[in-house]
Nanobody
Framework: QVQLVESGGGLVQPGGSLRLSCKAS????????MGWYRQAPGKQREVVASITTYFNTDYADSVKGRFTISRDNSKNTVYLQMISLKLEDTAVYYC???????????????WGQGTQVTVSS
């Protein structure tokens, strides 16, 4: 069974910083693309950033220049460094990963349980 466990959320003032972490644990063959999504109250879940196995990254326009996604393949962990946080960054942040369970098998998408990020003065 695969689990994505997030950590690092919390309460921060506008202009502050937070670093989210998400570790994939369990028995599997390989982790492929990983990413972060967020969902604010009353809004749809949206992609924030993604990173491939080869460290190619992509960001939502709203976070470009402020958020940085990275990963440590040896730890099956993805990070999201967030700086210059704004009130509108308040949301539940979810980790996402495409994981192949066995060699030659299909990949499936997994989600973390979510971690709350609140930006407030």
């Amino acid at each position: 069974q695969v689990q994505l466990v997030e950590s690092g959320g919390g309460l921060v003032q506008p202009g502050g910083s937070l670093r989210l972490s998400c570790k994939a644990s369990g028995t599997f063959f390989e982790v492929y693309q990983m990413g972060w999504y967020r969902q604010a109250p009353g809004k749809q879940r949206e992609v924030v950033a993604s990173i491939t196995t080869y460290f190619n990254t992509d960001y939502a326009d709203s976070v470009k220049g402020r958020f940085t996604i990275s990963r440590d393949n040896s730890k099956n962990t993805v990070y999201l460094q967030m700086i210059s946080l704004k009130l509108e960054d308040t949301a539940v942040y979810y980790c996402n990963a495409d994981i192949r369970m066995v060699h030659g098998g299909i990949t499936s998408q997994y989600w973390g349980q979510g971690t709350q990020v609140t930006v407030s003065s």
